[in-house]
């Protein structure tokens, strides 16, 4: 019975030709490195990297030599056929970021796309990710979250996403880089309010891990006076249920409440049109009576 138990592991957990494998590495810690990934990066016929610099020097440690191949942002429309091809003739492939899950915030989506596209089968090593590892020590809500990765770096589009977390009822996830956390932090206070509770956690499960927790403004004051150093993972607390229901507002608070925050008339109105669902020019008319009558 036992025999018969260790052969149905093992057959699931064949590597297959043909296939691609979304292999989750350490985001710091070599020892958080599954059983799993080490028997697929073995096996598999070459292994696709964001860097193979550093996919290098990962696979030297664990004692893996494996043909490897460049697949990022900027080479994904040429690199990302040929590696289909590959597949198609039989080879397997271990997809790998510098850190974390593969496809995430990551150009391996659209790698995942092309298999799909292709009927190739595309199998996932779960591992770490340092969203998630982030949202669980969080002490924030995790019932319900939402998965930003990086902002927009400024501009409308960068307004525009932040209004959004701004009613936001669920825990939202943003990762951000040390020489723009500062400037992040205060746009948030700006957008969503000072005194939203949040959690930012840096280097996670390296030797430096910190973990700080308060509202916005605490954690901006703590970083004005120490300096970002390491990859940042912010996680935000959803907005209050007052925010989050409209129908709890006249048209006029609400586009009020958005203007008390340092929107323009114009944005506020374009916001509480969105949380309404209605057009903008229903609010806008809407508001304008109610300011001929006051």
């Given at each position: 019975?036992?025999?018969?138990?260790?052969?149905a592991?093992?057959?699931?957990?064949?590597?297959?030709?043909?296939?691609?494998?979304?292999?989750?590495?350490?985001?710091?810690?070599?020892?958080?490195?599954?059983?799993?990934?080490?028997?697929?990066?073995?096996?598999?016929?070459?292994?696709?990297?964001?860097?193979?610099?550093?996919?290098g020097?990962?696979?030297?440690?664990?004692?893996?030599?494996?043909?490897?191949?460049?697949?990022?942002?900027?080479n994904?429309?040429?690199?990302?056929?040929?590696?289909?091809?590959?597949?198609?003739?039989?080879?397997?492939?271990?997809?790998?970021?510098?850190?974390?899950?593969p496809?995430?915030?990551?150009?391996?989506?659209?790698?995942?796309?092309?298999?799909?596209?292709?009927?190739?089968?595309?199998?996932?090593?779960?591992?770490?990710?340092?969203?998630?590892?982030?949202?669980?020590?969080?002490?924030?809500?995790?019932?319900?979250?939402?998965?930003?990765?990086?902002?927009?770096?400024?501009?409308?589009?960068?307004?525009?996403?932040?209004?959004?977390?701004s009613?936001?009822?669920?825990?939202?996830?943003?990762?951000?880089?040390?020489?723009?956390?500062?400037?992040?932090?205060?746009?948030?206070?700006?957008?969503?309010?000072?005194?939203?509770?949040?959690?930012?956690?840096?280097?996670?499960?390296?030797?430096?891990?910190?973990?700080?927790?308060?509202?916005?403004?605490?954690?901006?004051?703590?970083?004005?006076?120490?300096?970002?150093?390491?990859?940042?993972?912010?996680?935000?607390?959803g907005?209050?249920?007052?925010?989050?229901?409209?129908e709890?507002?006249?048209?006029?608070?609400?586009?009020?409440?958005?203007?008390?925050?340092?929107?323009?008339?114009?944005?506020?109105?374009?916001?509480?049109?969105?949380?309404?669902?209605?057009?903008?020019?229903?609010?806008?008319a809407?508001?304008?009576?109610?300011?001929?009558?006051?």
């Amino acid at each position: 019975m036992n025999n018969g138990n260790t052969e149905a592991v093992r057959e699931r957990n064949r590597t297959e030709d043909g296939a691609l494998y979304l292999v989750a590495t350490p985001i710091g810690n070599m020892a958080d490195i599954s059983e799993r990934a080490l028997k697929v990066l073995s096996e598999v016929s070459f292994v696709a990297a964001e860097d193979t610099r550093n996919s290098g020097l990962l696979l030297s440690r664990i004692g893996i030599k494996k043909p490897l191949v460049t697949y990022f942002e900027h080479n994904k429309a040429s690199a990302g056929p040929e590696i289909v091809a590959r597949l198609k003739n039989g080879e397997s492939c271990a997809l790998v970021t510098d850190a974390g899950t593969p496809a995430i915030s990551d150009p391996g989506e659209d790698l995942v796309k092309l298999c799909a596209a292709e009927g190739i089968p595309v199998h996932p090593i779960p591992g770490c990710c340092a969203g998630i590892s982030a949202l669980s020590v969080s002490a924030l809500s995790t019932s319900r979250f939402v998965f930003e990765g990086f902002l927009p770096v400024s501009g409308r589009e960068r307004r525009e996403r932040l209004e959004e977390l701004s009613d936001r009822r669920m825990t939202s996830i943003i990762y951000e880089a040390p020489h723009r956390l500062i400037k992040t932090l205060a746009d948030i206070s700006s957008v969503c309010g000072g005194d939203r509770g949040i959690s930012v956690c840096r280097e996670l499960t390296k030797l430096n891990e910190e973990i700080i927790r308060g509202t916005v403004d605490e954690i901006s004051a703590h970083f004005a006076e120490t300096e970002p150093r390491g990859e940042f993972v912010l996680c935000l607390e959803g907005g209050s249920p007052a925010h989050g229901n409209p129908e709890s507002m006249t048209v006029a608070e609400h586009v009020d409440s958005y203007i008390a925050k340092g929107f323009s008339e114009k944005e506020a109105i374009k916001a509480a049109a969105r949380d309404r669902g209605v057009h903008k020019n229903e609010i806008y008319a809407e508001y304008k009576i109610k300011g001929k009558s006051s």
